[in-house]
């Protein structure tokens, strides 16, 4: 089964992609683990990529499409993929059309989760104290939603318009969304 995974930060995407990747056994691919791996590891990747990281910015297309090509290119992907993370915007959305439509690996199912703005911005609160992550300080994740509203919301319309689109109620425990998204794919 080949997923693109849409929803807000802090919709609890990356939960979700791990559990359906367990039950699906396809790869789940988060371009936040591997921009965030990138930048631990100190490649060139994640030195032109941090500072807009830390901004709650997105990273430029050029440097995403490169990341992206190169894993949508490995061998693992035959067996399907679940994509958290990408396509962030428009211009990603058709550059992704165009290099899965090159590897004959389509995307078949577009899950959006749909959680409202004032349940994310606590959620996300929570996320920093357990996490620590850089990117989740209050200044940071507004940036990150505006972001979002605006560059990757949407997003959604590209696979509404390919009969791609299932919106699911991301407001649940991670159980009750697991089986709506579950139910969605068939
Ligand atoms: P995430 O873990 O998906 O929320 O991603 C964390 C950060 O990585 C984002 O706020 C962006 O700065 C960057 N990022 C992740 N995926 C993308 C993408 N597809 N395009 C541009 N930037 C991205």
């Known amino acids: 089964m080949r997923i693109v995974l849409l929803g807000p930060p ?31 590891d100190g490649t060139p990747l994640g030195i032109k990529a941090k500072a807009a990281m830390d901004a709650g910015e ?57 959680v409202d703005e004032d349940q994310i911005v606590g959620r996300l609160a929570k996320r920093a104290e357990q996490e620590g992550r850089s990117d989740d300080t209050e200044e940071v994740v507004r940036n990150r939603l505006a972001v979002y509203r605006e560059q990757t919301a949407p997003v959604t319309g590209h696979y509404a318009e390919r009969g791609l689109l299932a919106e699911v109620d991301g407001i649940g425990s991670i159980d009750e969304i697991n089986q709506r998204l579950t139910a969605a794919l068939h």
């Open 10 to 40: 802090g919709s609890g995407k990356g939960t979700q992609a791990a559990l359906l990747k367990d039950r699906l056994g396809v790869p789940h691919i988060s371009t936040g683990d591997l921009l965030r791996a990138a930048v631990r």
């Open 58 to 114: 997105l990273v430029s297309d050029a440097l995403m499409l490169d990341l992206i090509e190169e894993r949508m290119g490995a061998p693992d992907i035959q067996a399907g993929y679940i994509l958290d993370g990408y396509p962030r915007n428009l211009a990603q959305a058709h550059a992704l059309d165009e290099v899965l439509g090159r590897l004959d690996l389509p995307v078949q199912k577009a899950l959006a989760l749909n």
